[in-house]
């Protein structure tokens, strides 16, 4: 598939999504970029703000198979894994695929279960498979991962895992819309919700054709170490226990073509690397408790290193 026609894909998704999430577009080209990547995304937010929405507009609008898992403290590895019964009649263990199987994920309030079930999708997330009774199974080629945590409630939930955010390629928030743009949210949902009536605008092969597209797109020598530099630095940066990983290079390259790609390129260019630094980098790091009693920020510091560090001509 020619760049072209994969850009017009994008277009076609984001316009459909337009069509529930209004004044969502920056929100929803990083959720696209990810998408494309072959990332998966940490939306964290207030309640309210249409993170669960966002997601299953996603899901409407691609030809695909999405499951809904709703995070609790009572859930278990196997009610996302899947689980394996004995069959009486052919006296041998069937397993039954749990919600991971699937295209699209909505990992719903991922922070309200304990760490042993947020721990069973760190394989999936990283190597797109299982292991369930001693035995690998693949998931589907397209496996995304939306994840939705409420970060002003802390009662009875647990923190995500350093190991666990490293394998979300971004975290970026929704925030609150315009009044012009809510309003437009209540006329919109005065007699029905809009994704009621949404249909899918694209074809599950489209989506992997946009996929291997954003690989074609080139980036030079020069912006490669510009991202290693950039992660880097984060690991030097007084106030930070511990920086970006390899992965965030990885994710923040990846993630980087698919944008160019989004913007009629054939290359990356600079703003594109800049525009995604905090949502890819951000989340992995550790900040020292005393440089987060001072003010210091994890999303600060990215923005000081894209800042410091220079750009390449």
């Given at each position: 598939m020619n760049l072209p026609a994969a850009r017009e894909i994008y277009q076609k998704i984001a316009a459909n999504i337009s069509h529930v999430m209004h004044g969502q577009s920056a929100a929803t080209r990083k959720l696209l970029a990810a998408l494309a990547?072959?990332?998966?995304?940490?939306?964290?937010?207030?309640?309210?703000?249409?993170?669960?929405?966002?997601?299953?507009?996603?899901?409407r609008s691609i030809d695909a198979r999405f499951k809904r898992v709703q995070f609790t403290p009572d859930l278990l590895p196997s009610d996302i894994l899947g689980v394996s019964i004995f069959n009486q009649r052919e006296q041998e263990f069937q397993f039954h695929e749990g919600p991971v199987f699937t295209n699209i994920l909505l990992a719903d309030e991922i922070n309200r279960a304990s760490p042993r079930t947020q721990s069973a999708l760190l394989e999936a997330m990283g190597e797109a498979q299982v292991s369930?009774?001693?035995?690998?199974?693949?998931?589907?080629?397209?496996?995304?991962?939306?994840?939705?945590?409420?970060?002003?409630?802390?009662?009875?939930?647990?923190?995500?895992?350093?190991?666990?955010m490293d394998r979300f390629a971004m975290q970026f928030t929704l925030g609150?819309?315009?009044?012009?743009?809510?309003?437009?949210?209540?006329?919109?949902?005065?007699?029905?919700h809009p994704l009621?009536?949404?249909?899918?605008?694209?074809?599950?092969?489209?989506v992997m054709a946009l996929k291997h597209a954003a690989q074609t797109i080139r980036i030079n020598e020069e912006l490669k170490r510009y991202i290693v530099e950039l992660t880097g630095a984060t690991r030097t940066?007084?106030?930070?226990?511990?920086?970006?990983?390899?992965?965030?290079?990885?994710?923040?390259?990846?993630?980087?073509?698919?944008?160019?790609?989004?913007?009629?390129?054939?290359?990356?260019?600079?703003?594109?690397?800049q525009e995604l630094a905090v949502p890819v980098i951000a989340h992995r790091l550790v900040m020292e408790a005393q440089a987060r009693f001072s003010g210091l920020t994890a999303r600060g510091v990215v923005e000081s290193v894209v800042k410091k560090i220079k750009v390449p001509a």
């Open positions: 990547s072959g990332g998966h995304v940490l939306l964290e937010d207030f309640p309210g703000t249409g993170k669960t929405t966002l997601a299953k507009v996603l899901a369930v009774d001693g035995e690998r199974r693949n998931l589907a080629e397209l496996f995304f991962v939306v994840a939705t945590q409420n970060p002003v409630e802390f009662r009875g939930t647990y923190p995500l895992p350093e190991a666990q609150y819309v315009q009044p012009a743009e809510e309003m437009a949210v209540l006329t919109a949902q005065a007699d029905h009621d009536e949404l249909k899918p605008c694209v074809t599950l092969a489209e940066t007084t106030g930070v226990q511990l920086g970006a990983s390899p992965r965030a290079s990885l994710a923040l390259m990846k993630a980087a073509q698919a944008l160019a790609l989004f913007d009629g390129l054939e290359f990356v260019t600079p703003e594109q690397i």
